[in-house]
């Protein structure tokens, strides 16, 4: 006797496998759907990622085709009665989570981003007229997308603030036509996504996470372009130091703060010092590294310099040392 070996024709050898995997995917789309819906109908009360919602819905999904298989006889999955069950059970999970978050996490009461333009520029607020898009150049801009990282870094870094994208120097809200231009899908939610990505790449992971955004309609929007909404970046004071990297996260490390209605960038020695005296418990340091500091300090005094790798070495050594991480290392 022999043992079988694989067969390949024109009708697959195992259907059932094949129709598994199918309905898997079509749970997937399901359940991101249902979670984007949700979001949207909830997005005044609280704040879900879309993984969050979409995972959320695969929940309710799975949960919804137990319910089914209760219901219904038929083991065929595919049966619209049973993916209607499913998508209804998983709807209300979604919406049942997304108002426990809500309770427990509620969104701060903000003020119309339209009143708080009407304020003009401060310490704690910011507006910028794009997020990647050069308004005299005409084009798409990576020096823009870092002036936005070192801003919020910047404010992480100090007392917190608002960032007010889309809204010129005058105050005035004239929209993220350009922006959305330039993305795959111009909207809000894929707005965020590459935002995020952006300060992920260049904050750091847990940096990222910080931010709360939320939208309004343009009031005095750009010509040319359908989507014409402005973006409110609500940045809470960070508890560790935040550090600006280069483009995809590379490059040496920097650090922005507010400097009344302007963001400045931190020389060696007075990133040392500032960092000490926000953050004490960040700069437990070895007489060691002490005396690196010292020579790097020396070495640099008389020259512009970004914050060396040691300075952030410095900043750090308490967390390789099991007491915690800076943001950016």
Known sequence: MTAEGPRFGATPQNPDLLRWIGIQVVLLVLAWVIGMVVRRLLASRMTMSTASATLTGLGGLWGGLLVAGWIFASSDMWRPAMIGVAAAVALVVVVIVSLIVAYLHPRPGLEPIAEVATRGESDSLEFKSSARWN?????????????????????????????????????RLIGLGPDY????????????????DLWGQRLGTNAAALPLLDFAEASDPQEGYERQEVCRVTIPPSTRPVYLKGPKGKGEAELWVRVGNSTRRLEVADAVQYVATRWPESVRVSPLTRIRLFLTMTRHRDTPTRLPRVVERVLTERAKHGGGSSEGE
């Open 135 to 171: 308004m005299r150049a005409g084009k798409r801009d990576d020096a823009m997308e870092t002036v936005i990282a070192k801003t919020v870094a910047a404010f992480m870094n100090s007392g917190g603030g608002t960032l007010l994208i889309g809204v010129d120097d005058d105050g």
């Open 181 to 196: 231009a330039t993305l795959k899908t111009p909207d809000a939610d894929r707005f965020e996504l590459w935002i995020r």
